[in-house]
């Protein structure tokens, strides 16, 4: 790790990033799984599902992005790979080919809810780090995980 010097907090920058590190695996993780509900989605909902699983998975893929490239203005190294993943995220694949349509929606539901507490677990740590640009970031992704849970729960209903 490197230090840098932007004026973030340097004790609370490591920290910040570790969990910006979870939020990533989560949020990889969820896009794997809207992915794969994408392609495999079935019955009388699918023409909808299929559309909103892409537009889920396509903003989900843009937000990995800018939580990586956080967490290296941070100065930290990103993590990467499946392992790092799988044992960061709280958030699991669905190894399961056979998952119903309103499976899906309630396994994805849980899982947005999920990275809304994830993202909101690092909001503490931003007390005094005078680190804006990852609290407007966690704003973004706690906006979009629920908005996207309300949505998902709507169809629920």
Known sequence: MSTINTGIQEDKRVQISE?????????YTLYLKTHKYHWNVTGPMFQTLHLMFEEHYTALALAVDEIAERIRVLGVKAPGSYEEFSKLSVVKDDPSIGTSANEMISN???????VVRTAKDILPLLDGANDEGTNS????????HEKTAWMLKSLMA
């Open 137 to 144: 970031l966690l704003g973004a992704r706690i906006e979009y």
């Open 19 to 27: 969990n910006l590190s979870k939020l990533l695996a989560e949020t």
């Open 108 to 114: 994805l539901l849980g899982d947005h809810e999920q």
